[in-house]
């Protein structure tokens, strides 16, 4: 019997790696863009103002391509090896988002949904276009109004068949697709991933203030941390998987191999005594084709530093104190904290010295905050 469209479509994405495939209209995801003008609107998107400069594109899947007739949203699992909350009991090693601990994954899917794109093209003649996370796609809704999962409560896609760990990708093409049917709520009464948010960033139910998420702070904010947050930080370097970690939604995912074999070793949550010897070209070198490196030198450390604070191991003192005269200040005033809390008498003694010669006034702020 010979296949469907769809069928053969889902044949090909799964010959390249993909997890699943769902199909929908371009039709807006019902209530999408209102839940987008309410983040906005309460300033929970924080730094990322590229979310409201393209907030009216982003709602409407034709503003972006007036011609797109359907939706082919791809999942690639990348469900983690191991329990990727294990890290956070070793205090003296960064805890990296399990996303992150490889190559980069937009240019991972992107390679695939070209390839992906161009076989869809023989099966259903029309345009194309691909997507992957940095477009102004609503990929989770989109992804949900296609039966590929839901949004839970943590506001992240679940799928029944992967849990909370799948990258997400979309071919808009003119090709019309008969829509696949959205997947249902199946979070029940469930709240684990609201209990596990270390800094309680959300405000509700499926409502996240990204100014007190880890994942924003270590990645997209671009200024200084919060002292309210540092604590609850821990070791977390670079994202936080707590919230995805404790669905039970994962006992249904396999590990990811393929996806896991662009991970590098090294790359997998290592010492802070390594990271804290990195300056700009060694930072750029041993994070080359990670989504790290796009954070930058400067960020990094300065959430590596309070990881160090938040370690307990006070070998990491001098490598702290050699930060206190980095040229970033985001680094020194980090430097400050971590010090205060490694070595308490230390900082006490060198303050006013210290305080004295710095220029910047946030820097200042925070030798001023020791022994307050």
């Known amino acids: 019997m010979a296949l469907t469209l769809k069928e053969q479509i889902a044949r090909e994405a ?53 011609d797109v007739k359907t939706i082919i949203m791809l999942g690639l699992s990348y469900g983690p090896e191991r329990d990727p909350l294990a890290i956070l009991g070793m ?15 937009h240019d991972m899917i992107k390679t695939k949904l070209k390839t992906l794109a161009a076989r869809v093209q023989r099966f259903a003649p029309g345009e194309v276009k691909i997507f992957v996370d940095t477009a102004p796609v609503m990929e989770k809704p989109i992804a949900a109004k296609a039966g590929l999962g839901w949004q839970g409560k943590h506001t992240n ?15 808009f093409t003119t090709a019309e697709i008969d829509p696949d049917r959205p997947e249902d709520d199946h979070c029940g009464a469930c709240r684990r991933c609201l209990d596990a948010c270390p800094t309680n960033a959300f405000v509700a139910p499926y409502q996240l203030d990204a100014r007190a998420c880890i994942s924003y702070l270590t990645i997209e904010h671009k200024g200084h941390i919060a002292f309210e947050f540092r604590k609850a930080m ?12 404790v669905c039970p939604w994962n006992k249904f995912a ?23 010897s990195l300056d700009d070209a060694s930072f750029r070198a041993r994070f080359r084709g990670t989504p790290i490196k796009r954070t930058g030198r400067d960020r990094f450390m300065r959430n590596v530093l309070i990881a160090a604070g938040n370690s307990g191991d006070e ?17 020194r ?15 006490a003694a060198v ?17 001023a905050r020791i022994g307050a």
């Open 14 to 66: 799964e010959d390249l790696g993909f997890a699943a495939v769902r199909f929908a209209s371009a039709d807006p995801p019902k209530g999408a863009g209102d839940a987008l003008d309410d983040f906005l609107a309460k300033g929970r998107h924080g730094d990322m103002a590229w979310l409201a400069a393209n907030s009216e594109r982003r709602k409407l899947p034709r503003a972006i391509w007036p």
């Open 91 to 105: 205090r003296t090693r960064g805890a990296i988002s399990v996303y992150a601990q490889g190559a980069d994954y």
């Open 157 to 171: 896609l679940v799928s029944r068949d992967f849990g909370s760990w799948l990258f997400l990708g979309s071919i």
């Open 234 to 245: 821990g070791n977390r370097i670079f994202g936080c998987d707590d919230c995805l970690a």
């Open 254 to 276: 396999s590990v990811a191999r393929e996806t896991r074999l662009a991970v590098r070793e090294e790359s997998d949550n290592p010492p802070l005594a390594e990271l804290l």
């Open 315 to 331: 070998s990491l003192v001098p490598q702290v104190v050699e930060h206190l005269g980095d040229a970033s200040p985001l680094v």
């Open 333 to 347: 005033a980090m430097a400050v904290w971590a010090l205060s809390r490694l070595a308490p008498n230390w900082a």
């Open 351 to 367: 303050r006013e010295s210290e305080a004295g010669i710095e220029a910047d006034p946030d820097v200042a702020a925070e030798w």
